[in-house]
């Protein structure tokens, strides 16, 4: 009868960063986020975050959720779910609630699962 809401790979965004960018420095947002270019710092946001399969970020990772095509040198953390298609190579530790991986991509770290209890307690304090 109620179904979650399916997480939206066509969504608008509210920040790009292109792919002859490159960015210095930490970013926070609260909506939607896509990096096909290069960043350097870490990664704040509160709402879905999409890294284009030339991106590269080197840094720590936090959203809700995120599609993951390009590459990851840092920590990584969603709330929702995690995709990693099959060009994406993620170096470093995930924590999650979900995990999905395409054939073809590479995880090297450790993977924590986070569950719905632990979510809820956390957005409470």
Same mark, same amino acid.
């Given at each position: 009868? /109620?179904?979650k809401k399916a997480f939206d790979a066509s969504a608008t965004f509210d920040?790009?960063?292109g792919v002859n960018s490159i960015f210095e420095g930490n970013l926070q947002s609260e909506g939607t986020v896509?990096?096909?270019g290069t960043l350097k710092g870490d990664l704040k946001i509160n709402g879905?975050? /999409?890294i284009g399969d030339k991106a590269v970020v080197k840094g720590n990772v936090y959203a809700k959720n995120i599609i993951l095509s390009g590459m990851v040198e840092g920590n990584l953390q969603a709330d929702g779910t995690l995709k990693l298609l099959s060009s994406a190579k993620m170096i470093g530790d995930i924590i999650v609630h979900s995990f999905v991986a395409d054939e073809g991509g590479m995880f090297n770290g450790k993977c924590s699962m986070k569950e719905a209890s632990e979510q809820k307690n956390a957005?409470?304090?």
């Open positions: 009868m /109620f179904k920040t790009l960063i896509r990096v096909d879905d975050l /999409f957005k409470n304090t």
